[in-house]
């Protein structure tokens, strides 16, 4: 790979990323940019380009904090710079990879100095090595929750503070923060997008003559990539200069009352959590006045920052696209627009052009346009009236005799042979669930299910490394090393340590597991109303599962056979879709809906080991198909519970007259059975006291 950076002003189109970027090169306290995009749109690629657009920064010379002379930081633990020298070097381009550790981003003990000189010492992290350049996190929503945290809290204040090991460190860290990330492979929580200043959405063009341009240059590229970036140096310089100019005007923008009332109303219009929107838009205003060369900032410049500034804010649930209805926000602006000159505004807008403004950027680049179509994506919709004449009749709930076992229990003979297919129903409102988890600790990525050993949990206790040393246990260390040392004649401050001295953390916080949906979508499950009630069931507990950062996969079962909807991914938005989108009617081959998800399971296992699987089992307990559907159902239960596969079986039966069928095939699976109304959170209470009373009375 060559080490010449690919040039800012070549990369082909892409407007709203470039002014993204650029407003925040000119003030980092807009917050950082996070770049929501399909693979393939060089999100990377400008992002790198831009490091080297930054102007030069002074450091005191010998500073591991990157320090400015000209305003040293007094809390800087290299310690008081008055009078030192200081030298210029470009800004910083630090990139943080996928799996960094705690450690590294903040800092820590410098083991080895404190282990062979007797000091306690610290070692700056990426943090600290990012201070005054650009800290770029390349597939953010991968990270792991609580690293996310630290940066967005570090960005957020311009200071890291590490509090670990002895060492108590306070720094300065102030950058600019850019997150890419691709939906397709799962979302930030709405708490975390509401921490990115600004956010930008790509696609690829769909212009053939774009699409060839953009192919000609990065080919050029990777044939000669000097002479390349030579053919837009002189663009480059000139971009270069103009972010230096704007720094140097930004504190001269004025933000005037009715440009800070129109923030406010936009604000208050789309209903955005909290104040820091509104913050996060006034001063991307003042960055696009000044980006213009203009000391006051216009109306023009608030509908920019809008269209920036609030679409990942406007995310109701996780599951709502960002987005944002321009309509509303052009009729917000005119409704608290000055007054004063609303009576001629006709005539005077006549130079200036329309609303939008015409004058061309500069830099030949973004105009400021907003994202593409700027509104969220429209709203499901189902069918509201009642089924059509000739349509399937949902199967009827069945009335053999209470005494019949379930596996006596005769199929309904009413099931028509080539049932038809019924068209997708809406899902039920989502509502918060009660916690279904694997029992045990495992061992798998960090998340918010089951009980792990982790990296990122609590301490609770320390032992002999097992393997290679990955996380020092200090004070065990001592502590196991600290008789010894008279014998192995320790004769300075360094302690005398053999490798038997070791210890490591073992940390204990929660993992991720993968939830695999069964669901019967079969013509017993048909009927409207409680399709909608199972369905707004599923769609909890992939509210659920997104929260707890699982990943998700999804079998549906219906006519002959059993179908993959979703393979297993961190996307739960494209399990709600498929889910909205799902049709029902036929048989209810169950038998082979559990032997497709038992291969499904069998897969993911080889490919990732620790990752703990729960089957989540969507059914009214049905089987038709063969003569005996419900025997071979219950036989390929069998094969979840002989391998130990935590299971939750959600009974869907209804009506005054139930089989049981989901209950036993619970008890195949060696899983617990929950009906749609034990499904929710509120009666988690008195199910936890019934399960205790339960276990009390098979202790006794």
Same mark, same amino acid.
């Given at each position: $790979?060559?080490?010449?950076?690919?040039?800012?002003?070549?990369?082909?189109?892409?407007?709203?990323?470039?002014?993204?970027?650029?407003?925040?090169?000119?003030?980092?306290?807009?917050?950082?940019?996070?770049?929501?995009?399909?693979?393939?749109?060089?999100?990377?690629?400008?992002?790198?380009?831009?490091?080297?657009?930054?102007?030069?920064?002074?450091?005191?010379?010998?500073?591991?904090?990157?320090?400015?002379?000209?305003?040293?930081?007094?809390?800087?633990?290299?310690?008081?710079?008055?009078?030192?020298?200081?030298?210029?070097?470009?800004?910083?381009?630090?990139?943080?990879?996928?799996?960094?550790?705690?450690?590294?981003?903040?800092?820590?003990?410098?083991?080895?100095?404190?282990?062979?000189?007797?000091?306690?010492?610290?070692?700056?992290?990426?943090?600290?090595?990012?201070?005054?350049?650009?800290?770029?996190?390349?597939?953010?929503?991968?990270?792991?929750?609580?690293?996310?945290?630290?940066?967005?809290?570090?960005?957020?204040?311009?200071?890291?503070?590490?509090?670990?090991?002895?060492?108590?460190?306070?720094?300065?860290?102030?950058?600019?923060?850019?997150?890419?990330?691709?939906?397709?492979?799962?979302?930030?929580?709405?708490?975390?997008?509401?921490?990115?200043?600004?956010?930008?959405?790509?696609?690829?063009? #769909?212009?053939?003559?774009?699409?060839?341009?953009?192919?000609?240059?990065?080919?050029?590229?990777?044939?000669?990539?000097?002479?390349?970036?030579?053919?837009?140096?002189?663009?480059?310089?000139?971009?270069?200069?103009?972010?230096?100019?704007?720094?140097?005007?930004?504190?001269?923008?004025?933000?005037?009352?009715?440009?800070?009332?129109?923030?406010?109303?936009?604000?208050?219009?789309?209903?955005?959590?909290?104040?820091?929107?509104?913050?996060?838009?006034?001063?991307?205003?003042?960055?696009?006045?000044?980006?213009?060369?203009?000391?006051?900032?216009?109306?023009?410049?608030?509908?920019?920052?809008?269209?920036?500034?609030?679409?990942?804010? #406007?995310?109701?649930?996780?599951?709502?696209?960002?987005?944002?209805?321009?309509?509303?926000?052009?009729?917000?602006?005119?409704?608290?627009?000055?007054?004063?000159?609303?009576?001629?505004?006709?005539?005077?807008?006549?130079?200036?052009?329309?609303?939008?403004?015409?004058?061309?950027?500069?830099?030949?680049?973004?105009?400021?346009?907003?994202?593409?179509?700027?509104?969220?994506?429209?709203?499901?919709?189902?069918?509201?009236?009642?089924?059509?004449?000739?349509?399937?009749?949902?199967?009827?709930?069945?009335?053999?005799?209470?005494?019949?076992?379930?596996?006596?229990?005769?199929?309904?003979?009413?099931?028509?042979?080539?049932?038809?297919?019924?068209?997708?129903?809406?899902?039920?409102?989502?509502?918060?669930?009660?916690?279904?988890?694997?029992?045990?600790?495992? #061992?798998?990525?960090?998340?918010?299910?089951?009980?792990?050993?982790?990296?990122?949990?609590?301490?609770?206790?320390?032992?002999?490394?097992?393997?290679?040393?990955?996380?020092?246990?200090?004070?065990?260390?001592?502590?196991?090393?600290?008789?010894?040392?008279?014998?192995?004649?320790?004769?300075?401050?360094?302690?005398?340590?053999?490798?038997?001295?070791?210890?490591?953390?073992?940390?204990?916080?929660?993992?991720?597991?993968?939830?695999?949906?069964?669901?019967?979508?079969?013509?017993?499950?048909?009927?409207?109303?409680?399709?909608?009630?199972?369905?707004?069931?599923?769609?909890?507990?992939? $509210?659920?599962?997104?929260?707890?950062?699982?990943?998700?996969? $999804?079998?549906?079962?219906?006519?002959?056979?059993?179908?993959?909807?979703?393979?297993?991914?961190?996307?739960?938005?494209?399990?709600?879709?498929?889910?909205?989108?799902?049709?029902?009617?036929?048989?209810?081959?169950?038998?082979?809906?559990?032997? #497709?998800?038992?291969?499904?399971?069998?897969?993911?296992?080889?490919?990732?080991?620790?990752?703990?699987?729960?089957?989540?089992?969507?059914?009214?307990?049905?089987?038709?198909?063969?003569?005996?559907?419900?025997?071979?159902?219950?036989?390929?239960?069998?094969?979840?519970?002989?391998?130990?596969?935590?299971?939750?079986?959600?009974?869907?039966?209804?009506?005054?007259?139930?089989?049981?069928?989901?209950?036993?095939?619970?008890?195949?699976?060696?899983?617990?059975?929950?009906?749609?109304?034990?499904?929710?959170?509120?009666?988690?209470?008195?199910?936890?006291?019934?399960?205790?009373?339960?276990?009390?009375?098979?202790?006794?």
């Amino acid at each position: $790979m060559s080490d010449v950076r690919y040039p800012f002003t070549a990369i082909v189109g892409m407007a709203d990323l470039r002014l993204g970027l650029l407003l925040n090169a000119v003030s980092p306290a807009v917050g950082g940019v996070l770049v929501r995009g399909e693979k393939g749109t060089a999100k990377s690629t400008m992002v790198r380009a831009l490091a080297g657009l930054l102007p030069s920064i002074a450091t005191v010379d010998g500073c591991r904090f990157a320090c400015d002379p000209a305003a040293p930081d007094p809390q800087c633990p290299d310690g008081a710079h008055a009078g030192a020298t200081a030298s210029g070097r470009p800004a910083q381009l630090v990139e943080l990879p996928v799996g960094v550790s705690e450690d590294r981003i903040v800092g820590s003990l410098d083991l080895e100095r404190a282990l062979a000189e007797g000091v306690k010492a610290y070692e700056p992290g990426l943090l600290a090595r990012a201070h005054r350049g650009v800290l770029y996190i390349d597939e953010v929503n991968l990270l792991q929750d609580h690293v996310v945290d630290l940066l967005l809290d570090a960005a957020a204040m311009g200071r890291s503070y590490v509090e670990r090991e002895g060492v108590s460190v306070r720094h300065a860290a102030r950058f600019l923060l850019v997150g890419t990330m691709n939906p397709e492979e799962g979302e930030l929580r709405p708490q975390l997008l509401d921490r990115f200043g600004l956010t930008v959405e790509i696609a690829a063009t #769909r212009d053939p003559a774009e699409r060839a341009e953009v192919v000609r240059r990065r080919l050029a590229y990777d044939a000669d990539p000097a002479g390349f970036a030579a053919r837009f140096a002189e663009d480059e310089r000139a971009l270069a200069e103009r972010i230096t100019t704007a720094r140097e005007l930004l504190p001269k923008v004025e933000l005037a009352d009715v440009a800070l009332r129109q923030i406010t109303a936009v604000c208050a219009a789309f209903e955005v959590d909290g104040l820091r929107a509104d913050i996060v838009m006034a001063r991307t205003a003042v960055a696009l006045a000044a980006w213009a060369g203009r000391t006051e900032v216009l109306e023009e410049d608030v509908r920019k920052a809008a269209r920036l500034a609030l679409p990942h804010r #406007r995310r109701r649930n996780p599951f709502d696209a960002p987005g944002l209805d321009e309509e509303q926000l052009d009729r917000t602006l005119e409704e608290h627009a000055d007054p004063e000159p609303e009576p001629a505004s006709q005539p005077e807008d006549g130079p200036e052009g329309g609303p939008e403004g015409d004058g061309p950027d500069p830099d030949g680049g973004p105009d400021g346009g907003g994202p593409d179509g700027g509104g969220g994506a429209p709203e499901p919709t189902g069918p509201t009236g009642p089924d059509a004449p000739g349509a399937e009749a949902p199967a009827p709930e069945p009335g053999p005799a209470p005494e019949q076992t379930p596996e006596q229990a005769p199929v309904p003979a009413q099931h028509p042979a080539p049932a038809r297919e019924s068209a997708p129903v809406a899902a039920g409102e989502p509502y918060r669930t009660r916690l279904f988890k694997v029992d045990g600790t495992g #061992r798998g990525a960090q998340g918010r299910r089951s009980p792990a050993e982790t990296d990122g949990g609590h301490t609770i206790r320390a032992r002999r490394p097992q393997g290679r040393l990955a996380r020092l246990h200090l004070s065990a260390t001592l502590q196991a090393a600290a008789p010894h040392q008279a014998a192995r004649g320790r004769a300075s401050r360094a302690l005398v340590l053999h490798k038997d001295d070791f210890r490591e953390q073992v940390r204990q916080g929660r993992e991720s597991n993968l939830v695999l949906f069964l669901v019967d979508a079969s013509g017993s499950m048909a009927a409207r109303q409680r399709m909608t009630a199972v369905k707004g069931a599923v769609l909890s507990l992939l $509210m659920d599962a997104y929260q707890r950062r699982d990943k998700i996969g $999804m079998i549906t079962f219906r006519g002959a056979s059993a179908e993959l909807a979703l393979p297993p991914t961190s996307s739960v938005e494209v399990g709600a879709a498929r889910l909205e989108s799902l049709p029902t009617g036929g048989r209810t081959p169950l038998a082979a809906g559990l032997l #497709r998800a038992h291969e499904v399971l069998r897969v993911e296992r080889m490919r990732d080991p620790d990752r703990r699987p729960l089957l989540v089992v969507v059914t009214d307990g049905r089987a038709t198909g063969a003569r005996d559907a419900v025997a071979q159902s219950h036989r390929a239960a069998a094969l979840f519970a002989a391998q130990g596969v935590a299971s939750v079986v959600l009974d869907c039966e209804t009506g005054p007259v139930r089989l049981g069928l989901a209950r036993t095939l619970a008890a195949r699976l060696g899983a617990s059975a929950v009906t749609l109304d034990e499904l929710r959170a509120e009666g988690v209470a008195s199910l936890v006291r019934d399960n205790r009373a339960t276990t009390m009375r098979k202790a006794a």
